[in-house]
C-alpha cells in the first residue's frame, strides 16, 4: 500500500511510498482510507519523535475492506470513521472496532475523518464538565478543532457558551455562528463565574479561567497549546468566599470506554449538517507538507483534511 513516511532527508520530512499492508489482529478491522484530519499534536510532537519510515496519523475515516475475525463491528463496505494512534495516514488501517464508528451511507467522509480527536475528545470534555443545561460555559483556544466542537456541542446540550480567542474581531463571527454568546480575547474578560471550561490552552489561561468557577464548577483540561507550566497564586485554590467544590480534571481519549458509539454519534451529526467541523484546509495528500506548515505556524483556525487519493 501506500502512505506518508516520515523521511528526514527531505526538507518535509514526508514522503508518499510503499509500505506492507497493516495486518489486522483479531479484534481489529481492515480499512480503505478515503480522507484523514490532521491535529496539532501529531504534527507537532509525532512528526518530530518518530523514526523515519513510521506511518502516523490519529484520524481517518474511510470504508471496511475486510471486517473483524471475532465477528465485532461493521460489515465490510460499511462507511466508517477511526480512531488511532498511529496508522491513518495511509491507504489501508488496521483499527480496532472498539475506536471505530459508523458514517452514514454517501457521506462525504472528509468532514467526517475530523470526528476522532477533536470531536470525540470536545465531547467527553463536556460530559466530565457536567450537565450543561442552562449552565455557563468557558471554550478557551476556541478557534482551534477541538475548540469549535466543544463550542457547538455545549450550546446543543444548552449551555450559555463564552468562547475565547487571541483575536475575537476577527474569529467573533464564526465563533457565533457555531453557538458562542459571547467572545472575549481571554478567561480574564469574562465578568461573570462560569460553571464549567473546557481548557485547550494551558498555561496562564488554565490559572486564569480556574479563578472564573464558581461553586460545583468543573474544568477540564484538553489542550496544552501555551506548552507552559501551571503556577498558581497563593489562595487560589481556596474553598471560601463562593469558590466551595471546585475541581480540575483530565483524561486520555485513547484510554476512554464506549468510543464507537460517541464516534459514530458525532459522524452522523456531521454527515446531517447539525455539527460543523470548522475545516479551514482541504487537499489531497501530496500536499501534506503545505498543510502542517500552515498548523505549525498557526495560519489555520479549525480543521485540516487531507483526501487520500
Known sequence: MRALLVDRSLPTGLRIGRVPDPEPGPHQALIRVTATSLNYGEVRFSLDEAPDGAVLGWDAAGVVERPAADGSGPAAGTPVVTLGTDGAWAELRAVDTDWI?????????????????????????????????????????????????????????GAYVIASTGDPARHGDSLRAQGAHEVVAGPQQVTEPVNGVVDLVGGQQLVDAYGMLAEGGTLVAVGHSAHQGESFPYGALFGDGGRHDRSITSFSLPDCSGLSPDLTWLAHEVAAGELDPGIAWRGTWDRAAEAIDALLERRLHGKAVLDIT
Open 101 to 157: 464508528g459508523t458514517a452514514p451511507a454517501g457521506a462525504d467522509l472528509g468532514p467526517i475523518s475530523t470526528v476522532p480527536v477533536a470531536g470525540a475528545s470536545a465531547l467527553r470534555a463536556l460530559h466530565r464538565a457536567g450537565p450543561l443545561l442552562g449552565r455557563r460555559i468557558l471554550v478557551t483556544g476556541a478557534t482551534g478543532g477541538t475548540g469549535r466542537y466543544a463550542v457547538r456541542l455545549a450550546r446543543r446540550g
